[in-house]
């Protein structure tokens, strides 16, 4: 392929975020070939923000066009594992945001039933990608950031091994609507803010145990916790709200320990209910060493300012209440979190018919150790994970 010609289906933010970052590609033949969103407006806007031009309203129009090459997937959750299966099935690659999928439907339901149900459409996309020889990409930033990818030279650099991970990704709540209810976003905090997290330590054991052995080392159970903060009614009386508190039937906190198979340890919190802007963290404590990673907030840039008027229009960071005070404004915000490296990636495995960094088995993973972690939540315990046990190394 010389050209990988990509369809995009989502016009909102994380549409953005990709067709932004596919501009600062150097050395690659890629173009944005065409656009899908369910307004026709708002693809015609996109489509002439970034100069595609083909314009879908149906995403099987495009994933069926023979002027794409490869579908990035950027709807709300609960429509990647159709589309992703429908780009498959029409012989094209596909490149999906975080998560992959989940279970959607009334979010009362019992947690077991989630689980599987999740892992049922997780197995049916990675069989469709299978069956057509395509590629799969999974849009998992923190894989990429090059905070991350310094942690992992260094892990491998000191030969110690990897006995706890923390990692976290905290802002003050999302303001998209699907967000608020199970049906459309398949969980809260959990899995929409915790994908990164719960993705960026099972890359590092995955990475620590080609090292080592060959072999990747996976999740072997989950114990987990999750809540709704700002439901709480001393929250609610408050006279002003800072934090989003429009929250249906999804939690805007959770924690969640996972036990790897060699026995170590890796610690995740991902909330709502955390003012200041995103917080993007990620710690590994070694027997050698303890690297400490900022993806964000960085003190690459810090400026102060005595009224939040004083910065104007100047963006700073994603998601800060105010711009008065200290704040911690990033260079170049997407570069720190991975995405040119991401699509960097996702191109030449494409070209080159090889398996991305971050690809369907971590996608995978990260499903069945979330849901898991939904279950834990629902019983009160530890919940091994399928064919894992809870045996000791």
């Not at 909102?12 to 970052?21: E, G, K, M, P, Q």
């Not at 005070?325 to 915000?333: A, I, L, R």
Request: charged fraction near 25%.
């Amino acid at each position: 392929m010389n050209r990988i010609r990509v369809g995009l289906v989502g016009a909102r933010f994380a549409a953005s975020l990709h067709a932004d970052n596919y501009r600062r590609l150097r050395g690659h033949e890629v173009e944005l070939a065409a656009v899908c969103a369910r307004s026709r407006e708002s693809a015609e806007q996109f489509a002439r923000k970034f100069e595609i031009p083909e314009v879908f309203t149906d995403y099987r129009a495009l994933v069926e066009s023979p002027r794409v090459d490869a579908v990035d997937i950027c709807a709300p959750t609960d429509l990647h594992h159709e589309i992703a299966i429908a780009a498959a099935r029409a012989g094209k690659h596909v490149i999906v945001e975080k998560p992959l999928t989940g279970y959607f439907g009334d979010g009362g339901e019992p947690r077991q039933k989630m689980l599987e149900g999740a892992l049922h459409n997780c197995d049916a996309v990675l069989d469709a990608v299978k069956r057509a020889d395509v590629t799969l990409c999974y849009a998992e930033d923190f894989v990429y950031a090059p905070a991350v990818t310094k942690l992992k030279r260094l892990m491998q650099a000191s030969g110690g091994s990897v006995l706890d991970l923390r990692a976290e990704e905290s802002h003050s709540g999302s303001h998209a609507a699907y967000s608020r209810r199970w049906r459309t976003s398949g969980g809260g905090s959990l899995l929409r803010m915790g994908s990164h997290p719960v993705g960026v330590v099972l890359h590092l054991k995955h990475y620590e145990g080609m090292l080592k052995r060959g072999a990747p080392i996976r999740a072997r159970s989950v114990l987990a916790d999750v809540g709704q903060l700002t439901r709480l009614r001393h929250v609610k009386e408050e006279p002003r709200h800072w934090l989003v508190d429009e929250w249906e039937d999804v939690e805007d906190w959770s924690a969640a320990v996972i036990t790897f198979e060699d026995g170590t340890k890796a610690t995740v919190h991902a909330t709502d209910v955390s003012l200041g802007g995103v917080k993007n963290l990620v710690t590994a404590y070694l027997t050698t060493a303890v690297v400490q990673v900022n993806i964000n907030p960085n003190s690459a840039v810090v400026a102060y300012a005595p009224d939040g008027a004083v910065f104007k229009d100047e963006y700073l960071t994603e998601k800060v209440e105010t711009k008065a005070g200290w704040q911690f404004p990033s260079p170049d915000e997407d570069w720190m979190r991975g995405y040119p490296q991401e699509l960097e990636d996702f191109v030449d495995a494409i070209r080159e018919r090889r398996e991305p960094v971050s690809g369907g088995d971590l996608a995978r993973e990260v499903v069945l150790v979330i849901y898991a972690g939904y279950l834990s939540a629902e019983r009160g315990c530890r919940v091994d994970l399928p064919g894992r046990g809870s045996g000791r190394p």
